[in-house]
């Protein structure tokens, strides 16, 4: 009954934390489909620890690639997701490109149905011929210009 009950505790969790981001292209990369899931280090944090930063969900997905394929392909579902941001100014986001690439962003995405602020973060560092890539999935209360300056750039 301990196993059954354990199991179904982790089947809920998944679903959970796939339905917060749920519509965004980059899912793809939290659930294995671009980047197999054991090169993947990912967390997800929800509920009151992050009351401090006035978030409930705060899920990230950091790997490194050899060559650009899966760059490639991370950055472009990025870009897609971008599209959905609150609005067509770039108010609501901060990008940095190089070289052609996108190599840091946040964005504020619409709203979700209960009205918590929805961000999503990239970050490309290139190292020699790899890349480590870090996606950040964010909501809750807090607002952009909070979180540029709780989580400054490096």
Do not use: W
């Not at 197999?36 to 930063?53: F, M, T, V, W």
């Amino acid at each position: 009954m301990k196993r059954i009950l354990f199991i179904f505790t982790i089947l809920m969790s998944i679903c959970l934390s796939t339905m917060a981001q749920q519509g965004l292209r980059i899912n793809d990369v939290f659930a294995g489909k671009v980047v197999p899931k054991r090169h993947i280090q990912e967390s997800l944090i929800k509920g009151d620890n992050l009351a401090a930063y006035k978030l409930k969900v705060l899920h990230t997905a950091k790997f490194s690639t050899f060559g650009t394929l899966r760059r490639d392909s991370v950055e472009a579902l990025f870009q897609e997701d971008m599209k959905m941001r609150i609005s067509d100014d770039n108010s609501n986001m901060e990008m940095e490109m190089r070289n052609g690439h996108l190599y840091y962003a946040i964005v504020q995405l619409t709203d979700n149905e209960k009205g918590a602020h929805r961000y999503i973060c990239y970050q490309c560092r290139e190292k020699e011929r790899n890349y480590d890539i870090t996606l950040v999935y964010m909501e809750g209360s807090a607002s952009l210009a909070y979180l540029r300056k709780t989580f400054k750039k490096k």
